[in-house]
């Protein structure tokens, strides 16, 4: 089975990401805020990591950065609102694999994550 590090600080949205992706068969790991995230993604060797980018004490392109100085193969999937094409840009030159927009289709989030192993 396979552990997903989940980094989101809206606490339904945690919920919702944790519930599918156990379904799918998926072992989370959840974080409420980026620093709990980084340091977790240091406790936990997770497979895989989803991360929001705006959140408190850290933010998702500190944890992506992060995981790419420890291990440059673990993969990094955004989940996120910011439609911000120089932010996105900016979480896909720090390291992410993969992004995709909130709301999001809880199928969707399950496919693309697959698609990264």
Not at 34 to 46: H, M, S, T, V, Y
Not at 50 to 59: E, F, G, I, Y
Request: hydrophobic share 45%; no cysteine.
């Amino acid at each position: 089975m396979k552990k997903i590090l989940v980094a989101d600080d809206q606490p339904m949205i945690l919920t919702a990401i944790t519930r599918h992706l156990s379904k799918a068969g998926f072992e989370v790991i959840k974080a409420e805020n980026g620093l709990r995230a980084i340091n977790k993604f240091d406790d936990e060797a997770p497979d895989a990591v989803v991360t929001d980018l705006l959140m408190p004490q850290a933010s998702g392109i500190d944890v992506i950065t992060h995981v790419r100085t420890k291990n440059q193969t673990t993969p990094i999937l955004v989940l996120s609102t910011i439609g911000n094409d120089s932010v996105i840009v900016e979480a896909f030159r720090s390291g992410a694999d993969d992004y995709v927009r909130k709301p999001f289709v809880p199928k969707d989030l399950v496919a693309r994550l697959q698609n990264l192993f």
